[in-house]
């Protein structure tokens, strides 16, 4: 359990891509997105206390990940945290190492390059070895069996999520060239019911942020406060879990909203910055998270301008950020999800706040 | 920016998993055509593929329950891209059918191939069953996929 006795802000943030494919090298990203987010913050490597880094070894083809990052994050010689899993995780371990006094500053980074690899290929690797991984399933297929499993008693599921990827897309785009939703329901079928424009094109790219301790803030000046974290893990076997609702998001959720004090969501929360990687995944996260029709979704597209692994969630929380500081909404939530069909969910209350 | 040069990177390596004990008897099983659960003290729930642990009661498992080799088909998708078989390194192209089943007896649900890929012919709700390999090896491929029955 989490103490919010202190307030953890968000002091800055960076990211490089989401390009298709990015030739420099995965210390070049990373380093782009890190002096980026020093930049924006206002800070140097001396400033920073401790790092915590998102990487999983399989999707770099190496073993540590982070190793390859450890100069250019700055961790040489400072207190470094590898999370094998989402970047928002890493950014919600950040921020519990502040709450618990450890330290006052902390930098946060995720990456990942599927385009060196088969990326849906090597999602093979995260599961059972005995028993799943003779079969040769991968996260792809679990996917279209979730939204099969949704789509098995609603008729009209499909054509929604079509029209909730046109809309995605328009946004990611900003051009007005992007697909609708009869050229999505046209588009190749990957993993019935899902077609190739229902699911956020993948993409390279590194993201970073720096979060500080919050009660040391200039008095009047707007920052923006880190005010409920959540996350949860569910069953690994996907033949465990209820594939129509996402037990473990309702958890990640109510967590994160009893520690920023949040009662009723579907009132509260101004935007939300999802991480949907396959259409459906949007009404899973809409039903779980009690968001409402008075909440801004993905304002920008949110992945479907380019999906990242590992990298998703944290790019949602800067997405977040970005918007509460151009705009005075109140609060902001940023949703990660990583593992077979959301196996691991996470979840961070961000907000505008004048201390 | 000129292109970089991209170095090729291949890994090999063999792994010899420990099945444990409850993969040990459900492999040994498969040798007889026969599939059992592992079912929870507390919840009663009847887990397959059969695991040393309840994650929800958080009590280890020691009780077997038969289950049958049919059962319903409870989801399904049709993969149109090939996959790689991670035991014989072959490539399986495009269309297969990826199901989950829940064998009659059991509560949790098992995924395995389903032999029919024309997604007009296949419903959550139909029954399946088992189809085994002639030359058992005591593995999840002893079963080769599911047949729809209906």
Redesign the interface.
Known sequence: MTSASTPVAIAGWGQTGPLAEDLRSIPEMVLDAVQATLRNAAMGYEDIDAVVTASVDVFDGMTASNIAVTEVVGAVMKPETRIAADGLCAAIHAACQIRAGAYDTVLVVAHAKPSMSDFYELTKWALDPIFLQSLGIDFLTFAGLQAAAMAAEDKDAVERWAGLAACRLADASGDGKSPGSTEILQSALVTTPLREKMCAPLADGACACVLRRGDDSSPGRKEIRLSGLGHDLAANFIGDRELTESAGLERAAARAYADAGIKQPEDEIDVAEPSVAFAHEEELFVQSAGISDNTIISPHGGLFAGNVPIVAGLSRLTAAAEYLRRNNDLRAVAHGSWGPAGQGQAMVVLENAIP | ?T??VIIS?E?DAT?R?A?GVA?ERFANNLLERRIEAMQCGECKRR???PRPFC?NCRVPLTDWAPVASEGVL????????P?????TGIT?DGPYA???IRLDGAD??????VAETD?ACL??GQRVKAVWREELRG???DILHFEVLE
């Open positions: 920016m292109r970089p990177h890994m792994w998993y099945s993969m887990y397959l593929p994650g409870e989801a399904w998708t049709v993969v149109y891209l996959i790689v078989d991670n035991r399986r990826m199901g989950l949790t649900t098992l995924n395995h191939y997604p419903k959550v593995a999840i491929d």
